[in-house]
């Protein structure tokens, strides 16, 4: 999906708008229960979401983990993220503005980036590195419209790495599944043309500060 910020402007009003119509999560079911999986087994308390979009993802994880801290940061508000209370950065990512809101916020355990995936991911990357955390995830590492994307996660995002690709291809987009027509794509016969089966996440921690945990006690 392209960012709002490279869209015309009346583009950017009918692609918020139809992302505020969604009732969903901007993910596969499979690969969502392994990310939650994951948090779960590395006692993950604090997430911090970068391209949040509607913040269903953020608001649903608080809730199911009972985090301690959530924020988000996005180009536009989500009334349902202003309505939780979510700390929130309203802008550009790559802003200056955005490195001191995040300086303040401290530590978190999860840096989920799912912004822009043409070219910004590498930029996204470098400033969360520069900020305390345990975890950084990549959304869409596995979605064939981003093949730049996914040529970094595997090639220049270095530590101990585990990724979630969904292979069932019965499953539709979104938890819950998205009501095409949604964005840029009349069907999902349209979207599955153009991105496939699988959006992935990979998650990766740095390599000096452990390993990450694979399965819950109970897994
Ligand atoms: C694919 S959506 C995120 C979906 C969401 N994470 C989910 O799971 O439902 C990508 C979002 O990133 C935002 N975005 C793109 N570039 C950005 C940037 N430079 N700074 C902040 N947000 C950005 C867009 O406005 C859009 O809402």
């Known amino acids: 999906m392209s960012s709002p910020s490279e869209l ?11 992302l505020l119509r969604t009732r969903a999560m ?18 993950v308390r604090s997430f911090l979401e970068v391209g949040a979009a509607t913040g269903r993802l953020s608001l649903y994880l608080a809730e199911r983990l009972e985090l301690e801290k959530v924020a988000a940061c996005d180009l536009w ?18 802003d200056p503005a955005y490195a001191e809101w995040r300086a303040r916020l401290g530590h978190f355990d999860m840096v989920f980036i799912d912004a822009d995936h043409e070219t910004g991911f590498r930029r996204d990357y470098e400033i969360e590195l520069a900020h305390p955390h345990t975890f950084i995830a ?5 979605n064939q419209a981003y093949p730049a994307l996914r040529h970094f996660w595997e090639h220049e995002v270095t530590g101990d790495k585990v990724a979630f690709v969904n292979r069932d291809t019965s499953l539709r987009f979104g938890v819950p599944a998205v009501a095409f027509p949604f964005a840029s794509w009349p069907t999902f016969e349209d979207y599955v043309a153009e991105c496939g089966h699988a959006c992935g996440i990979g998650v990766v921690r740095p390599a000096a500060s452990g390993a990450i945990t694979r399965q819950s006690v109970a897994g």
Request: cysteine-free.
């Open 8 to 18: 015309e402007p009346s583009a950017v009003v009918s692609t918020v708008q139809s």
């Open 26 to 43: 901007l993910q596969w079911q499979s690969e969502l229960d392994a990310f939650v999986e994951l948090l779960v087994a590395n006692r």
């Open 77 to 94: 508000q989500s009334p349902l993220l202003k309505a939780a209370h979510v700390e929130f950065f309203r802008g550009d990512h790559h």
């Open 138 to 142: 990549f959304h869409d590492i596995a």
